[in-house]
């Protein structure tokens, strides 16, 4: 079982990472509440294209503070322990920004481990870019496990709880770091909640090289914004 006796040194996210994130969700919930009445409001007293321009404010704001909850709560679980001759992992779903991961909670000997995987992400989200540098076990059986980020690369905002285990696994384990180089997501309507990054490179490969910004994605955003601004004008 994982975070046994074994164990020397259980690696965490620290609180800071983690209390903003609940409390970022909690104003984003607010705001939903607010909007969603305001939208009752302006239909009851007849004012439709107000009205649904402030449902479509309070849908997109349900989505973005049900995306910062569950972030809150991957953070505030994520564990490694680094043992001598294993790694345990409890590795909540949802840990990754842009990136569907299920849950994962096992304990790895070395030797099952080929490398430790690494590569940049970049995406835009509502005009603004996104870095991250994700890491992942690549198994000898072929199996890729994500095991997080460090976000907002090149930021006075960055965390490198993950980049500062990875230290610690690699002086420990011996295993080796692959570099695979930078990949650019696909931005969505609603930020990086629907972003789609290119899928991790099998084993023995590279990841794709770096594509050209895709405007219609970058411009999705501002345009229904726009749209939404218009409509409560009028």
């Known amino acids: ?68 909850w569950r972030g809150a709560v991957a953070h505030h679980g994520w564990k490694i322990g680094i ?33 430790i995987e690494t590569r940049l992400e970049h995406s835009y989200s509502f005009g603004v870019g996104i870095m991250q540098r994700a890491y992942a076990l690549r198994l000898r059986s072929g199996r890729l496990i994500r095991l997080g980020e460090d976000r907002a690369r090149g930021s006075s905002l960055v965390d490198q709880t993950v980049g500062a285990m990875i230290d610690r ?8 770091l692959k570099e695979l180089g930078m990949v650019e997501g696909r931005s969505g309507l609603f930020g990086p909640a629907f972003t789609h990054l290119p899928p991790w490179p099998h084993s023995g490969s590279t990841a794709p090289p770096l594509a050209r910004m895709d405007l219609a994605h970058l411009a999705a955003g501002a345009v229904t914004l726009a749209a939404l601004a218009g409509l409560l004008i009028r």
């Open 1 to 68: 079982m994982p975070f046994d006796d074994l164990i020397d040194s259980v690696v965490r996210r620290p609180s800071s990472s983690w209390a903003g994130a609940y409390a970022a969700a909690s104003g984003l919930g607010l705001a939903t509440v607010i909007a969603g009445i305001l939208a009752g409001a302006l239909a009851v007293s007849g004012q439709w294209r107000p009205a649904l321009a402030a449902a479509a404010i309070a849908l997109w704001l349900f989505v973005l503070a049900r995306y910062a």
């Open 83 to 115: 043992g001598y001759d294993t790694v345990s992992l409890d590795l909540p779903a949802a840990r990754s920004l842009m990136a569907a991961d299920r849950r994962v909670r096992l304990t790895l000997d070395y030797r099952d481990i080929e490398a």
């Open 169 to 176: 696994l690699l002086h420990r384990s011996g295993l080796r």
